[in-house]
Protein backbone atom coordinates (compact mmCIF):
# COMPACT_ATOMS: atom_id res chain seq x y z
CA UNK A 1 0.00 0.00 0.00
CA UNK A 2 1.44 3.32 -0.77
CA UNK A 3 1.05 6.66 1.22
CA UNK A 4 -0.47 7.07 4.87
CA UNK A 5 -3.54 5.31 5.76
CA UNK A 6 -6.72 7.06 5.36
CA UNK A 7 -7.35 8.46 8.24
CA UNK A 8 -3.85 10.19 8.54
CA UNK A 9 -4.52 12.25 5.55
CA UNK A 10 -5.10 16.11 5.84
CA UNK A 11 -7.96 17.34 3.96
CA UNK A 12 -7.66 17.76 0.31
CA UNK A 13 -5.65 14.79 -0.11
CA UNK A 14 -8.26 11.68 -0.42
CA UNK A 15 -7.13 9.77 -3.55
CA UNK A 16 -9.73 8.80 -6.03
CA UNK A 17 -9.47 5.98 -8.52
CA UNK A 18 -11.58 6.25 -11.74
CA UNK A 19 -11.66 3.03 -12.94
CA UNK A 20 -13.38 3.09 -16.97
CA UNK A 21 -14.65 -0.48 -17.69
CA UNK A 22 -15.64 -2.52 -20.82
CA UNK A 23 -15.17 -3.60 -23.91
CA UNK A 24 -15.03 -1.26 -26.88
CA UNK A 25 -15.92 -4.15 -29.01
CA UNK A 26 -18.90 -4.99 -27.89
CA UNK A 27 -21.31 -1.74 -28.97
CA UNK A 28 -22.58 0.74 -25.42
CA UNK A 29 -20.34 -1.96 -23.43
CA UNK A 30 -17.97 0.53 -23.93
CA UNK A 31 -18.92 3.64 -22.24
CA UNK A 32 -17.14 3.18 -19.30
CA UNK A 33 -13.52 3.45 -21.62
CA UNK A 34 -14.99 6.35 -23.72
CA UNK A 35 -16.36 8.29 -20.53
CA UNK A 36 -12.48 7.60 -19.38
CA UNK A 37 -11.15 9.17 -22.44
CA UNK A 38 -13.10 12.32 -22.15
CA UNK A 39 -12.22 12.34 -18.78
CA UNK A 40 -8.60 12.77 -19.75
CA UNK A 41 -9.04 16.50 -20.96
CA UNK A 42 -10.81 17.38 -18.19
CA UNK A 43 -9.02 19.74 -14.96
CA UNK A 44 -9.05 17.41 -11.98
CA UNK A 45 -7.56 17.17 -8.78
CA UNK A 46 -3.99 16.22 -8.35
CA UNK A 47 -5.49 13.55 -6.15
CA UNK A 48 -7.71 11.99 -8.53
CA UNK A 49 -5.85 9.30 -11.21
CA UNK A 50 -7.56 7.46 -14.30
CA UNK A 51 -7.31 3.88 -14.88
CA UNK A 52 -8.54 2.49 -18.07
CA UNK A 53 -9.22 -1.49 -17.10
CA UNK A 54 -10.96 -2.09 -20.12
CA UNK A 55 -12.09 -5.97 -19.51
CA UNK A 56 -8.89 -6.49 -17.39
CA UNK A 57 -10.81 -7.46 -13.76
CA UNK A 58 -7.50 -8.63 -12.37
CA UNK A 59 -5.97 -5.47 -13.27
CA UNK A 60 -8.43 -3.78 -11.54
CA UNK A 61 -8.15 -5.92 -8.65
CA UNK A 62 -4.18 -5.05 -8.09
CA UNK A 63 -5.22 -1.54 -8.07
CA UNK A 64 -7.19 -1.37 -5.63
CA UNK A 65 -4.64 -2.94 -3.33
CA UNK A 66 -3.16 0.70 -3.38
CA UNK A 67 -4.63 2.56 -0.57
CA UNK A 68 -7.91 4.34 -2.69
CA UNK A 69 -9.68 6.36 -0.34
CA UNK A 70 -12.89 6.21 -2.85
CA UNK A 71 -13.24 4.37 -6.24
CA UNK A 72 -15.47 5.37 -9.04
CA UNK A 73 -16.13 2.71 -11.50
CA UNK A 74 -17.53 4.16 -15.05
CA UNK A 75 -19.38 1.08 -16.82
CA UNK A 76 -23.10 0.55 -18.89
CA UNK A 77 -25.55 -0.94 -16.23
CA UNK A 78 -28.34 -2.95 -17.18
CA UNK A 79 -31.17 -1.79 -15.03
CA UNK A 80 -34.43 -1.55 -16.92
CA UNK A 81 -34.36 1.92 -17.68
CA UNK A 82 -34.14 4.26 -21.23
CA UNK A 83 -31.39 3.65 -22.79
CA UNK A 84 -28.85 6.77 -22.34
CA UNK A 85 -30.31 6.74 -18.29
CA UNK A 86 -27.45 7.27 -16.35
CA UNK A 87 -27.23 6.22 -12.48
CA UNK A 88 -24.88 7.07 -9.74
CA UNK A 89 -24.96 3.92 -7.10
CA UNK A 90 -23.29 3.97 -4.02
CA UNK A 91 -21.68 0.67 -3.81
CA UNK A 92 -19.87 0.79 -0.79
CA UNK A 93 -22.65 -1.23 1.54
CA UNK A 94 -21.16 -4.47 2.59
CA UNK A 95 -24.35 -6.27 0.63
CA UNK A 96 -23.40 -5.01 -2.61
CA UNK A 97 -20.20 -6.15 -2.40
CA UNK A 98 -21.50 -9.91 -2.19
CA UNK A 99 -20.67 -10.64 1.95
CA UNK A 100 -22.57 -13.46 3.24
CA UNK A 101 -22.89 -14.78 -0.16
CA UNK A 102 -21.39 -18.15 -1.57
CA UNK A 103 -18.02 -17.03 -3.22
CA UNK A 104 -17.99 -17.81 -7.12
CA UNK A 105 -14.85 -19.80 -8.41
CA UNK A 106 -12.41 -17.74 -9.56
CA UNK A 107 -11.88 -16.75 -13.71
CA UNK A 108 -8.92 -14.83 -14.46
CA UNK A 109 -10.51 -14.33 -17.98
CA UNK A 110 -14.32 -13.17 -15.98
CA UNK A 111 -13.46 -11.00 -13.25
CA UNK A 112 -16.05 -8.32 -13.87
CA UNK A 113 -15.95 -5.67 -11.09
CA UNK A 114 -18.96 -6.86 -9.36
CA UNK A 115 -16.60 -10.21 -9.08
CA UNK A 116 -13.85 -7.86 -8.12
CA UNK A 117 -15.92 -5.72 -5.43
CA UNK A 118 -16.98 -9.53 -4.29
CA UNK A 119 -13.54 -10.19 -3.74
CA UNK A 120 -12.13 -7.27 -1.91
CA UNK A 121 -12.31 -8.34 1.12
CA UNK A 122 -10.64 -11.59 0.82
CA UNK A 123 -7.75 -9.41 -1.36
CA UNK A 124 -7.22 -7.17 1.90
CA UNK A 125 -7.23 -9.61 4.07
CA UNK A 126 -4.43 -11.56 2.93
CA UNK A 127 -2.56 -8.17 1.65
CA UNK A 128 -3.20 -6.04 4.67
CA UNK A 129 -4.32 -3.33 2.33
CA UNK A 130 -7.70 -1.37 3.14
CA UNK A 131 -10.15 -1.17 0.81
CA UNK A 132 -11.38 2.42 -0.51
CA UNK A 133 -13.77 3.37 1.87
CA UNK A 134 -16.05 4.61 -0.43
CA UNK A 135 -17.27 2.85 -3.78
CA UNK A 136 -19.41 4.60 -6.28
CA UNK A 137 -20.78 3.78 -9.98
CA UNK A 138 -21.52 5.84 -12.68
CA UNK A 139 -23.76 3.66 -14.71
CA UNK A 140 -25.17 4.06 -17.85
CA UNK A 141 -28.56 1.85 -19.33
CA UNK A 142 -27.08 0.18 -22.85
CA UNK A 143 -29.17 0.74 -25.91
CA UNK A 144 -27.07 -2.26 -27.77
CA UNK A 145 -24.27 -4.92 -26.31
CA UNK A 146 -23.94 -6.53 -29.71
CA UNK A 147 -20.46 -6.94 -31.86
CA UNK A 148 -19.41 -3.79 -32.94
CA UNK A 149 -17.57 -0.58 -32.39
CA UNK A 150 -19.45 2.52 -31.50
CA UNK A 151 -21.58 3.18 -28.64
CA UNK A 152 -25.58 4.04 -29.96
CA UNK A 153 -26.93 7.45 -29.68
CA UNK A 154 -28.60 7.40 -26.32
CA UNK A 155 -25.63 6.56 -24.88
CA UNK A 156 -23.23 8.28 -26.71
CA UNK A 157 -25.40 11.53 -25.78
CA UNK A 158 -24.71 10.24 -22.11
CA UNK A 159 -21.26 10.57 -22.34
CA UNK A 160 -21.15 14.48 -21.87
CA UNK A 161 -23.32 14.19 -18.79
CA UNK A 162 -21.52 10.89 -17.42
CA UNK A 163 -18.06 12.91 -17.66
CA UNK A 164 -20.00 16.15 -15.80
CA UNK A 165 -21.15 14.07 -12.87
CA UNK A 166 -17.83 12.21 -12.63
CA UNK A 167 -15.95 14.91 -12.68
CA UNK A 168 -18.03 16.61 -9.86
CA UNK A 169 -17.29 13.21 -8.11
CA UNK A 170 -14.07 13.41 -8.15
CA UNK A 171 -13.75 17.04 -6.57
CA UNK A 172 -16.33 16.67 -3.76
CA UNK A 173 -13.97 13.00 -2.81
CA UNK A 174 -11.10 15.37 -3.05
CA UNK A 175 -12.03 17.96 -0.35
CA UNK A 176 -13.26 14.94 2.34
Keep these: M ?11 TARTLVAGVGNIF ?16 EE ?3 SVELADVGVRGVHLAYELLDGWD ?17 YLIDASAADDRGRGTEPAPLDGHRMTPDAVLALLDTLCAGTGAAPPRRILV ?9 EGIGLSPQVAA ?6 RMVTELVRQEAVV
Design 2 to 12: NGPAPEARTPG
Design 26 to 41: LGDDGFGVETLRRLTR
Design 44 to 46: LPA
Design 70 to 86: TLVLVDVTARGGEPGTL
Design 138 to 146: VGCEPACLD
Design 158 to 163: AVPEAV
